[in-house]
């Protein structure tokens, strides 16, 4: 069982709030991801690290923002919330070690709604 | 084209039944294929990972790559109401994994 860690699980929330969803691991892996994910349809990655004060945007584009202060910890803050960000999030982790063959682990999500 | 295509289903079975899940991908760099398990309202779980061509057996679950065509598949046997989720392929990138859409499969008991 993976030690990834999202909280809220879920999330009710107004237009214009700020919001964190919050991700932890603690398997000491070097690579985060955050993708988004809408009911039945396909995993989108939005950010991704390679390790401390390292940041990426992923493939689809997003106006949510990351931080990668501490190895074990990947924040995600979207600044004002819009229905446009409904949808749910999922963090993920992954080792540097070559022979890992870049095995992702999955949190369990974080639903959003945005009224 | 997306780099991994999947057909999304939904696919029902009865309980019992041999049931085939298939990606075709589109790029021959980097060799690695996954599949994953996703549970509703939950995060995606590893089930199998397999490198280049061939089949892999761990369990009821057998995946099999075939690099000619760009084929890559999975098997159940024996199919369970438990295995009924969505069946996420995934082929190891540059940098990242690239995902296939998944495909959502109900086992009727």
């Known amino acids: 069982e993976a030690d990834i860690y999202q909280t809220p699980r879920y999330l009710v929330i107004g237009t214009g709030k700020k919001i964190t969803l919050e991700c932890s691991q603690t398997?000491?892996?070097?690579?985060m991801y955050w993708y988004q994910q809408d009911p039945g349809m396909e995993l989108h990655l939005i950010h991704y690290?390679?390790?401390?004060?390292?940041?990426e945007k992923g493939d689809l584009s997003s106006e949510s923002t990351v931080s990668r202060i501490r190895t074990e910890h990947f924040p995600l803050t979207l600044e004002s919330a819009r229905p446009s960000h409904t949808s749910q999030y999922l963090c993920?982790?992954?080792?540097?070690?070559?022979?890992?063959?870049?095995?992702?682990?999955f949190g369990a999500g974080t639903r959003l709604s945005v009224l | 084209q997306k780099e991994v295509e999947q057909d999304p289903g939904p696919l029902s079975v009865p309980e019992g039944a041999i049931v085939s899940l298939n990606c075709t991908y589109s790029?021959?760099?980097?060799?690695?294929f996954m599949w994953y398990r996703q549970y509703s309202r939950k995060g995606p779980e590893l089930l199998m990972y397999?490198?280049?061509?061939g089949n892999k057996e761990d369990g009821r679950f057998t995946a099999q790559v075939d690099k000619s065509s760009k084929y890559i598949s999975l098997f159940i046997r024996d199919s369970q109401p438990s295995d009924s989720a969505t069946y996420l392929c995934?082929?190891?990138?540059?940098?990242?994994?690239?995902f296939g859409q998944g495909t959502r499969l109900t086992i009727n008991p």
């Open positions: 993920a982790s992954s080792t540097n070690r070559v022979l890992a063959k870049n095995i992702q682990y």
């Open positions: 398997m000491g892996h070097d690579k």
């Open positions: 690290s390679y390790g401390v004060n390292s940041t």
């Open positions: 790029n021959s760099a980097f060799q690695y």
């Open positions: 397999t490198y280049s061509s």
């Open positions: 995934a082929k190891q990138g540059a940098q990242k994994l690239v």
